[in-house]
């Protein structure tokens, strides 16, 4: 009985120490040019967007042949999500949830577009023709104009109409 | 013998006590004759025991006699591997799901990755940023732990206005509950050391969508591991192979399959699924975001939509329940659509964040009724009946739905899914 007890006290005494500390860290240091090829990560502020630039005019192009043959003509949907053209708002029965309607960072298009999309090809537009396709999208959704020059720096300057439309649950 | 008032039952619609099967000599008796005439002396041997039996098998599969229990599988018409497929909670029992019947989210197919090629890097808000090679996290040290997993979109066809007629596991079978076996991401945070402005971390898997999310790095230093065993054996490809995150209670999506890259952060990365996918559309026009959590919730497994009770008399009501916030603490069934409820029993181990089963004797008299259940949780939070859930949050939230479920038993003994 002595012997269990004064085992246990010692596991306990000594484990959170080993539990903490004893890894064989075999995690190799991964070079700056390593992290910055792999991250592709794109925040609502602009950090990470890269170099290019198109507009809807293009963006147009772009869509239709890459795009269109799954989210409709004008991004109004098919067999993949309704992208524009919104018939009604959030609070409507039932809501029409798009781009222009719902989503609250335009980086986030870009962003989706480049990592997952086109579905059935994906990584394989260059970052001109991503602006542009996210511009062709932005101006589908009457959110810039058609002319208007989508790039590291005026994308991220973009107001979404629904950028205020969100609640954190996780910090009530 | 079992005394007659055992048999009383303790809440409407037939409900008895649930510690009813421990009671020592309760038996339901039936004389079954042997078909065979047997000349005497002579004993009786199975047609399977006359035979040799078949040889082994490197790697075992269910009988031929259970090729019914599979997974649904629902892809997009342009794109198979975008979809879901459900587990078919209906046909199962315990709380272990095979790893053949883990339900399935992918946002485009499954990818084949070998081992030796695939490496996970920890960057960003880090001291140090650093590459593993899945061998070298085979040989941390590792942690187990049973946990449910459940898309965030689970049950969503019960938000539409008319209850919807299908098995159980094709309108809540995306949860599934396994052992997962990894290293405590904690572990590796630690290696990499965390700059003190760090708050979020962003997950990517190595799918041909680069899935990503982001999570706070409280939960991540919590309880998440990296795992690389699923149910003892290494994980299956459309589970995560080779490495998968493990946020034990949080919604699915955040679970990271075929992980490669963990991103320190200050602030979520606004991804498309934490921004237009997985937020909670509610009557006001705004939506909730990060809702990480998955809520209680119940169903009755046995008997449920797709079954049918050919005679009268006893059963036993089987179902799952869990929760997001830890133990369940307590289930009720009810037989008489809600007026009356009775404790379920609940099969040990009852354990935090994992599928809890419980059962409760019943006896049909025969009469139309509405079974329900309803899980309570260690924090006490109560699984809501369908209108007060609608109340709270309309009905285009899509995501969260957890609210009680009721089946309707006919005279007949059909069973139809209902909103009671």
Known sequence: MFMRNSLLILALLISPVLYAEETPELGKPASKALVEQWNNDIFPDGEGLPSGKGTATYGKKVYQQYCLSCHGVKGTGDSADELAGAKHGLTDNPPDKTIGTYWPYATTLFDFTRRSMPLNNPGSLNNSQLYAVTAYLLYLNDIIGEKEIMDAQTLAKVKMPNRDGFVNYQSK | ?420
């Open chain 2, 1 to 420: 013998m079992t005394a007659k008032h055992d048999l009383k039952p303790i809440a409407g619609g037939g409900l008895l006590d649930r510690r009813l099967f421990l009671k020592k000599g309760l038996t339901f008796s039936a004389v079954v004759l042997s078909a065979d005439v047997l000349a005497q002396g002579e004993h009786y041997r199975p047609d399977s025991s006359k035979i040799a039996g078949k040889p082994f098998s490197n790697y075992g599969l269910p009988s031929q006699y259970e090729r019914e229990t599979i997974r649904w599988t629902m892809g997009n018409s342009m794109a198979d591997g975008n979809g879901v497929s459900w587990t078919p909670l209906q046909d199962l029992e315990g709380t272990i799901t095979p790893n053949g019947l883990h339900f399935e989210r992918h946002h485009n197919g499954v990818p084949e990755i070998d081992p030796q090629q695939h490496q996970l890097l920890i960057h960003g808000l880090v001291d140090k940023s650093l590459l593993f090679e899945v061998e070298d996290l085979l040989r941390y040290p590792m942690t187990s732990l049973l946990c449910f997993i459940e898309c965030g979109g689970n049950s969503n066809a019960a938000w539409r206005s008319k209850p919807i007629q299908t098995k159980l596991g094709y309108f809540h079978g995306m949860a599934s509950c396994s052992e997962w076996t990894g290293v405590p991401l904690r572990l590796l945070l630690d290696e990499a050391k965390l700059k003190g402005r760090a708050k979020w971390l962003v997950a990517e898997g190595a799918d041909a969508s680069l899935m990503n999310v982001s999570l706070p790095l409280e939960k991540a230093l919590d309880d998440c591991i990296i795992a690389l065993y699923q149910n003892g054996e290494r994980i299956r490809p459309e589970n995560g192979y080779p490495l998968r995150l493990i946020a034990p209670g949080w919604e699915g999506v955040v679970n990271v399959k075929w992980l490669r890259r963990l991103h320190i952060t200050n602030r979520p990365v606004m991804a498309r699924n934490e921004t237009s996918k997985y937020t909670e559309l509610m009557p006001s026009g705004k939506a909730r975001q990060f809702t990480f959590v998955m809520e209680a919730k119940s169903l009755i497994t046995h008997p449920s939509f797709g079954h049918k009770l050919d005679k009268q008399g006893f059963y036993q009501i089987s179902g799952l329940a869990w929760s997001g916030h830890g133990k369940i603490k307590k289930v009720e069934v009810s037989a008489d659509g809600g007026k009356t409820w009775a404790t379920a029993d609940l099969q040990e181990p009852v354990l935090s964040k994992c599928f809890t089963r419980f059962r409760i004797p019943w006896q049909w008299t025969g009469e139309k009724v509405i079974l329900k259940s309803r899980a309570i949780d260690e924090t006490g939070y109560v699984q809501p009946e369908r209108e007060e859930l609608v109340k709270q949050r309309g009905t285009h939230g899509y995501f969260h739905y957890n609210a009680i479920v009721s089946w309707e038993i006919d005279r007949d003994g059909s069973i139809t899914h209902v909103y009671a």
